[in-house]
């Protein structure tokens, strides 16, 4: 298993080029790439070129850094059919600077929309014909997370629909702080996984149900909003036994090909401090549960 940084909290104080330095400082030996308007930014076409991309993967080389995982964010289940062509031509894109980077593995969101579930599922199945065959031969391994807000948020329908894609190369995402949007238990989910869940996001939330509903008000009352944070270890309500415990269950810590990702956004102000919090006691709970 590869522990791995999420940098965004860095991208305003820092270049593109001096995040894997920044990563190496803190402690991690790898980093997973998130949307940057300098590389690949949300929704858009990526911005690197080939120039760009060399410069990156030697600046990660130089600080003796990897990247463990490419992730990009892009409407490939849009149900608007022109916005769902972009993506697909835009994942080609990214699919090739990953291949560049000397890196196999992406993880993404469904990207649709929860009022329009059953068109977005559609667009996400003609998306995948088209982009599977290239992960296949490319041998990238695409891992998909069900993010609030998208037109399937409940973990264990996510599985179904990574299931009924039929490769090998399709695997699931579990982001503790999209917990209490996920139904069931986290042990329920991330053990139906399995081998499929291959990647995960390590922050904490808080539990928008407790109170009966009220712990978060918005106005006017009924607004489909969903709401979570990224929070440290610690500051939040996911049980973190129950979840590090249900990954050594799956043999997660085991694997060469599962990444543990800090994701924590909440505290810019603090990220070095957090980052190495996070850091520390991501490890610590692997050893105690391993």
């Avoid at 300098?38 to 990156?56: G, M």
């Avoid at 917990?179 to 991330?190: K, L």
């Avoid at 808080?206 to 712990?215: A, N, P, V």
């Amino acid at each position: 298993m590869k522990i791995a940084l999420d940098p965004t909290p860095f991208h305003h104080d820092f270049g593109l080029l001096d995040l894997p330095r920044v990563v190496a400082d803190l402690g991690f030996d790898h980093l997973q790439l998130t949307p940057h308007r300098d590389f690949i930014p949300f929704f858009n076409h990526p911005r690197a070129d080939d120039d760009l991309v060399a410069k990156f993967r030697k600046a990660c080389a130089d600080a003796g850094v990897g990247i463990a995982s490419v992730l990009p964010v892009l409407r490939w289940s849009g149900p608007d059919e022109d916005a769902r062509e972009a993506a697909v031509r835009n994942w080609k894109r990214v699919v090739q600077i990953t291949v560049d980077l000397g890196v196999n593995v992406i993880n993404t969101e469904f990207s649709g929309r929860p009022e329009r579930a059953e068109e977005s599922e559609r667009a996400f199945f003609r998306s995948m014909e088209e982009l599977v065959p290239i992960f296949e031969r490319e041998g990238i391994d695409v891992r998909i997370d069900p993010h609030p807000d998208d037109f399937v948020e409940d973990g264990m329908e996510a599985l179904r629909i990574i299931r009924g894609v039929n490769s090998p190369n399709i695997g699931m995402v579990f982001v503790a702080c999209h917990a209490f949007h996920m139904g069931g238990s986290m042990a329920d989910i991330i053990a139906a996984a399995g081998e499929k869940l291959r990647l995960v996001h390590v922050a904490d939330t808080m539990d928008h149900h407790r109170s009966h509903g009220l712990r978060y008000i918005t106005n006017p009352p009924g607004n489909p909003v969903r709401v979570h944070q990224h929070l440290k270890i610690g500051d939040g309500d996911i049980d973190w036994d129950e979840f590090f415990s249900a990954l050594a269950g799956i043999g997660f810590y085991d694997r060469d090909d599962t990444v543990m990702v800090s994701s924590v956004f909440a505290e810019d102000e603090a990220a070095q401090d957090v980052s190495r919090y996070q850091l520390a006691t991501m490890t610590d709970y692997v050893t105690k549960y391993r």
